[in-house]
């Protein structure tokens, strides 16, 4: 599973990606949340392109159940697991659930998690 996939070389990455409706839902805002109308015509397009090339992992009941293994592992390193982090917390348990590496350029956004999701810096 990957997030930000434009930003990272196509190299670093496996022959197979997905995306989880998580991540979908935070570009789905995206436009939405740019003042500029360049900006919002470029989250629009990133978007767009990203809709029409995946079928996003959902956040499911086994999603749901593997975000309390994550909530519980980000709490024992002594960081907050609410606030703007859930997200991405719902994204690893989404790649926890479905037994996935989380391929990220923001690895230190899920310290504390490599010990039940492989997270993988690109």
């Not at 197979?16 to 949340?33: D, R």
């Amino acid at each position: 599973m990957i997030i930000d996939l434009e930003h990272i070389e196509a190299s670093a990455l496996p022959y197979e990606v997905a995306i989880s409706a998580m991540t979908l839902a935070e570009l789905a805002a995206g436009p939405h949340a740019a003042n500029d109308r360049v900006e919002r015509g470029r989250r629009q397009d990133r978007l767009q392109r990203t809709e029409a090339a995946f079928d996003p992992l959902p956040f499911d009941v086994d999603a749901a159940r593997a975000y309390g293994r994550v909530f519980s592992a980000v709490l024992s390193a002594e960081r907050k697991p609410r606030g703007a982090r859930a997200v991405d917390l719902m994204i690893a348990a989404t790649a926890l659930a479905a037994n996935l590496p989380l391929y990220t350029r923001n690895p230190n956004d899920f310290a504390g998690l490599n010990e039940i999701v492989d997270i993988v810096p690109v």
